[in-house]
């Protein structure tokens, strides 16, 4: 049984405006931020994916418990899920991202996604709240 009070929520955050992407994944345990990085001018789906990522790999350094991490993100999701993207933008970070899911499989597969229902559990605890 999934429980919403446990795991790494993710979300990614993008601004025309300032040309700026971001993403940050929350300890849905303790509320504290564990990651949070800058990417510059990307694409929302592209921190999407990101933010996933570096959940996986927190998870995997620090021996995180319960393996499961949120996204509201139905496209970053099956990026993950495909260890693969679908992004027209390469870069290095994407790429490097991907070799990392697929030379990590191993302990990459241990680890639960699930995408977060916004409409029946409200905003994700990691969202910018900016809108």
Not at 3 to 14: C, K, M, Q
Not at 72 to 80: C, G, R, V
Request: charged share 30%.
């Amino acid at each position: 049984m999934i429980s919403l009070n446990e795991g790494i929520a993710v979300d990614a955050a993008h601004s025309m405006k300032n040309r700026k992407t971001e993403f940050q994944g929350v300890d849905l345990k303790t509320g504290k931020t564990l990651f949070y990085t800058d990417l510059g001018n990307q694409t929302i789906n592209i921190g999407e994916f990101l933010a996933i990522v570096e959940a996986v790999k927190y998870i995997i350094d620090h021996d995180f418990q319960p393996k499961v991490i949120f996204s509201d993100s139905t496209t970053a999701i099956s990026w993950f899920k495909n260890k693969r993207t679908a992004s027209g933008k390469r870069n290095a970070k994407l790429m490097k991202a991907e070799i990392y899911l697929r030379a990590m499989a191993y302990w990459v597969d241990e680890i639960e996604i699930v995408k977060w229902d916004n409409r029946q559990w409200g905003e994700i605890p990691a969202d910018f709240d900016r809108k």
